[in-house]
């Protein structure tokens, strides 16, 4: 059974820092790419970053790049999202998911399949 947890969500000021953790387990495949998504109130679930499994390639939507980063230790089934400089518009639920069979990296919600239960994250002063 496909399992994808996160963690490390939590109340930050703005210009803080956070890292998420995705540990996943229960594939039978190892050719899926892991991506990041975030969902405000109100507004549609977008991708914020991916990375490959194959050769560790990444994807960043334009908002992020140059303040987060993303990471995977293959050995622990667990892929990482640095967050720095964080924002009041970086506010969502972050959610990893496991990319579909033949998608590399994609930031595209619709190319996943697999995805945790979300973790909260709230920029404020």
């Known amino acids: 059974q496909v399992q994808l947890v996160e963690s490390g969500g939590g109340l930050v000021q703005p210009g803080g820092s956070l890292r998420l953790s995705c540990v996943a387990s229960?594939?039978?495949?190892?050719?899926?790419?892991i991506g990041w998504f975030r969902q405000a109130p109100g507004k549609e679930r977008e991708g914020v970053s991916s990375?490959?499994?194959?050769?560790?390639?990444?994807l960043y939507t334009d908002s992020v790049k140059g303040r987060f980063t993303i990471s995977r230790d293959n050995v622990q089934n667990t892929v990482y999202l640095q967050m720095n400089s964080l924002k009041p518009e970086d506010t969502a639920v972050y959610y990893c998911a496991s990319s579909k069979w033949g998608v590399d990296d994609s930031l595209h919600p619709g190319e996943y399949d697999y995805w945790g239960q979300g973790t909260q994250v709230t920029v404020s002063s």
């Open positions: 990375i490959s499994r194959r050769d560790g390639s990444t």
């Open positions: 229960g594939f039978t495949r190892n050719d899926y790419a």
